[in-house]
């Protein structure tokens, strides 16, 4: 079912007041913006570090490692969030005064070391190639439940800094320093901060802390702000809530990266996708940078990901994305393979709509780095909750499970309910709201499955399953122009601040397939003038008239641009026939 977003009244008059064009106006106050200072793109205005608790105290711990030449190992997750949070720590690290080859980094391979801090990670990093044994171990995008890990390098002599952002268990790990706005009083107010945003922070502090101690040196000069196309770059791959907080961060990246201030890596990852830099979106971060950082560490460790974001030499960064772009071309092939494999095993339970609020899928064979993808293409399917599980291969009685999940579940609480529901059940699991991992035995699928749907029902209000499209309503035919398409463009959108979708009445006048898998379209509405539009992987044929659900993209052919439509969702309509 297409809705229509409620616009505050006042909000709307405010922005309206204060110049906001008119659609944008409409948009952003249906999305929670009460007015146009929110709008304010001055960095000034991020939250103060002051009240992220544990933050001052890392900030020092890393200080005196510095002066003492102390060696930091950053120990990285092995997603986009994890990569780029990696880089921000390197380069943010060296800028503040670390020497060459006092920071370097590792990361844990997902099929052989486990999620975070494992105590085989922490065996990795004790016989690290470059630093040797290093004195310390600084986490990003993980840790926050990593008892044994901290205790392995405690055990094996080496100090432990934990960043993250993940939900915390019952008891924190044993680390000499926390730093995770989602822990127990912690009074940041932004608790949405990606693990890369966390590190960011973690930076501030330090060179807050370097020009306390000595406000002439380079340290408390460093440009941190070099890093914030890395930034944005993990906060929208993440997928975590753009609150207004991590909606600065992102247009702040955004911003150098349209300007050509991003690093080498970044503009060549958005090269070999083809993808414009000086109109790069939210869009561009999330469905083309991402994911090709993502594939390494999906087929094999995130390595390579890292480097390309490092890299400093063109030449190399160029190199390396096109590896990463191979990986990715790869991983599209096998997911295409598992998706079609999931269906099946899909359509062979029963209708989720009539006997389930949530889905369980494991077959043999899986990719373990794939099935997140999985779970978030059948969520998108069966609009549940859903979880797809792999048998691991370093452990064959093991199953690594990849959750997705819709707004108004909670994953991690999900979880949290199993694990207190059949305590031992769940091996290891965590998480956030809309993505959780997860580990049990394989023979304790069947009970897995069952204690999930009942942990969901629980939880869940049954409203959140029906399935409805929100939008921001019609448009007239004259605002439909490249300066509103602009205007979005130049705007923050993402988990928690949609993108525009409108809706609208239309005569189909003319459709065509192109390509062979798309359907090309002319949509009129009364007696306004025809739009052009496309249905990217329809081959069906539009109804002659329809309510169209549909967002608005720059068209460029041979120097020219136009807007053009792109099919979401459809409502056939009646068609009205004039009596004879």
């Given at each position: 079912m297409i809705l229509v977003r409620e616009v505050p009244e006042a909000a709307l008059r405010r922005l309206l007041a204060a110049g906001v064009h008119p659609v944008m106006a409409r948009l952003l106050a249906a999305r929670g913006v009460g007015d146009?200072?929110?709008?304010?793109?001055?960095?000034?205005?991020?939250?103060?570090?002051?009240?992220?608790?544990?933050?001052?105290?890392?900030?020092?711990?890393?200080?005196?490692?510095?002066?003492?030449?102390e060696r930091i190992c950053v120990v990285a997750d092995y997603d986009c969030d994890g990569a780029t949070a990696c880089a921000v720590a390197i380069r943010g690290l060296r800028a503040l005064g670390a020497a060459p080859g006092q920071v370097d980094f590792i990361v844990p391979n997902r099929f052989e070391h486990g999620y975070g801090l494992t105590p085989p990670v922490v065996a990795l990093a004790a016989r690290h190639p470059r630093l040797g044994r290093p004195d310390w171990l600084l986490t990003v995008d993980a840790g926050i439940a990593s008892q044994d890990g901290v205790a392995a390098a405690h055990a094996a002599g080496m100090r432990v800094i934990v960043t993250d952002h993940h939900l915390p268990g019952a008891t924190l790990p044993p680390a000499e320093a926390i730093v995770d706005p989602n822990q127990p009083g912690c009074a940041f107010p932004s608790k949405h901060l990606a693990g890369v945003g966390v590190m960011f922070y973690l930076l501030l502090a330090l060179r807050a802390q370097r020009r306390r101690h000595d406000p002439s040196c380079a340290a408390a000069r460093a440009p941190l702000q070099r890093l914030l196309d890395l930034v944005a770059l993990g906060t929208v791959a993440d997928l975590v809530r753009l609150d207004a907080n991590n909606r600065l961060l992102v247009a702040a990246g955004l911003q150098r990266i349209r300007a050509g201030a991003a690093c080498a890596g970044v503009r060549a990852l958005l090269r070999v996708a083809g993808r414009d830099e000086r109109r790069a979106g939210t869009s561009d971060l999330g469905f083309a940078v991402g994911p090709r950082v993502n594939a390494a560490g999906r087929l094999a460790d995130i390595s390579i990901g890292i480097e390309c974001l490092l890299a400093d030499d063109e030449a190399r960064a160029a190199e390396l994305a096109a590896?990463?772009?191979?990986?990715?071309?790869?991983?599209?092939?096998?997911?295409?393979t598992m998706r079609e494999q999931a269906i099946e095993v899909l359509d062979a339970l029963p209708d989720p709509g009539v006997d389930r609020m949530s889905v369980v899928l494991h077959r043999e064979g899986w990719h373990e780095g794939l099935i997140g993808l999985v779970a978030s293409r059948v969520k998108e399917r069966v609009n549940r909750p859903v979880f797809a599980l792999a048998t691991s291969s370093s452990e064959p009685a093991l199953l690594r499970g990849s959750g997705r999940s819709i707004a108004g579940v909670h994953l991690r609480d999900v979880l949290d309910r199993v694990d207190k529901l059949a305590p031992g059940l769940l091996l290891r699991f965590g998480g956030h709201a809309m993505a959780a991992g997860l580990t049990l035995h394989a023979v304790r699928l069947d009970e897995f499955a069952a204690l999930l749907e009942r942990a969901v029902g629980e939880f869940a209000d049954p409203s959140c399953f029906s399935a409805s499209l929100a939008t921001d309503g019609p448009l007239a035919a004259a605002e439909i122009d490249l300066p509103l398409v602009d205007a979005i463009e130049a705007e923050v959108w993402g988990q928690g601040f949609a993108p525009p979708l409108f809706c609208g009445e239309f005569a189909v006048t003319r459709q065509s397939i192109v390509a062979g898998r798309h359907l090309r379209a002319q949509l009129r509405a009364g007696a306004a003038r025809p739009l052009d539009a496309i249905a990217f992987g329809r081959v069906d044929p539009l109804p002659a008239a329809a309510r169209i659900a549909y967002r608005l993209i720059r068209d460029e052919y041979q120097g020219l641009a136009s807007v053009r439509l792109v099919v979401e969702a459809v409502e056939p309509l009646p068609v009205v026939t004039r009596p004879v």
């Amino acid at each position: 079912m297409i809705l229509v977003r409620e616009v505050p009244e006042a909000a709307l008059r405010r922005l309206l007041a204060a110049g906001v064009h008119p659609v944008m106006a409409r948009l952003l106050a249906a999305r929670g913006v009460g007015d146009a200072n929110a709008l304010s793109r001055d960095l000034a205005g991020l939250a103060a570090p002051d009240s992220m608790k544990g933050l001052a105290h890392a900030a020092g711990l890393l200080a005196d490692a510095i002066e003492r030449g102390e060696r930091i190992c950053v120990v990285a997750d092995y997603d986009c969030d994890g990569a780029t949070a990696c880089a921000v720590a390197i380069r943010g690290l060296r800028a503040l005064g670390a020497a060459p080859g006092q920071v370097d980094f590792i990361v844990p391979n997902r099929f052989e070391h486990g999620y975070g801090l494992t105590p085989p990670v922490v065996a990795l990093a004790a016989r690290h190639p470059r630093l040797g044994r290093p004195d310390w171990l600084l986490t990003v995008d993980a840790g926050i439940a990593s008892q044994d890990g901290v205790a392995a390098a405690h055990a094996a002599g080496m100090r432990v800094i934990v960043t993250d952002h993940h939900l915390p268990g019952a008891t924190l790990p044993p680390a000499e320093a926390i730093v995770d706005p989602n822990q127990p009083g912690c009074a940041f107010p932004s608790k949405h901060l990606a693990g890369v945003g966390v590190m960011f922070y973690l930076l501030l502090a330090l060179r807050a802390q370097r020009r306390r101690h000595d406000p002439s040196c380079a340290a408390a000069r460093a440009p941190l702000q070099r890093l914030l196309d890395l930034v944005a770059l993990g906060t929208v791959a993440d997928l975590v809530r753009l609150d207004a907080n991590n909606r600065l961060l992102v247009a702040a990246g955004l911003q150098r990266i349209r300007a050509g201030a991003a690093c080498a890596g970044v503009r060549a990852l958005l090269r070999v996708a083809g993808r414009d830099e000086r109109r790069a979106g939210t869009s561009d971060l999330g469905f083309a940078v991402g994911p090709r950082v993502n594939a390494a560490g999906r087929l094999a460790d995130i390595s390579i990901g890292i480097e390309c974001l490092l890299a400093d030499d063109e030449a190399r960064a160029a190199e390396l994305a096109a590896a990463l772009d191979a990986m990715n071309r790869e991983r599209r092939g096998i997911e295409a393979t598992m998706r079609e494999q999931a269906i099946e095993v899909l359509d062979a339970l029963p209708d989720p709509g009539v006997d389930r609020m949530s889905v369980v899928l494991h077959r043999e064979g899986w990719h373990e780095g794939l099935i997140g993808l999985v779970a978030s293409r059948v969520k998108e399917r069966v609009n549940r909750p859903v979880f797809a599980l792999a048998t691991s291969s370093s452990e064959p009685a093991l199953l690594r499970g990849s959750g997705r999940s819709i707004a108004g579940v909670h994953l991690r609480d999900v979880l949290d309910r199993v694990d207190k529901l059949a305590p031992g059940l769940l091996l290891r699991f965590g998480g956030h709201a809309m993505a959780a991992g997860l580990t049990l035995h394989a023979v304790r699928l069947d009970e897995f499955a069952a204690l999930l749907e009942r942990a969901v029902g629980e939880f869940a209000d049954p409203s959140c399953f029906s399935a409805s499209l929100a939008t921001d309503g019609p448009l007239a035919a004259a605002e439909i122009d490249l300066p509103l398409v602009d205007a979005i463009e130049a705007e923050v959108w993402g988990q928690g601040f949609a993108p525009p979708l409108f809706c609208g009445e239309f005569a189909v006048t003319r459709q065509s397939i192109v390509a062979g898998r798309h359907l090309r379209a002319q949509l009129r509405a009364g007696a306004a003038r025809p739009l052009d539009a496309i249905a990217f992987g329809r081959v069906d044929p539009l109804p002659a008239a329809a309510r169209i659900a549909y967002r608005l993209i720059r068209d460029e052919y041979q120097g020219l641009a136009s807007v053009r439509l792109v099919v979401e969702a459809v409502e056939p309509l009646p068609v009205v026939t004039r009596p004879v």
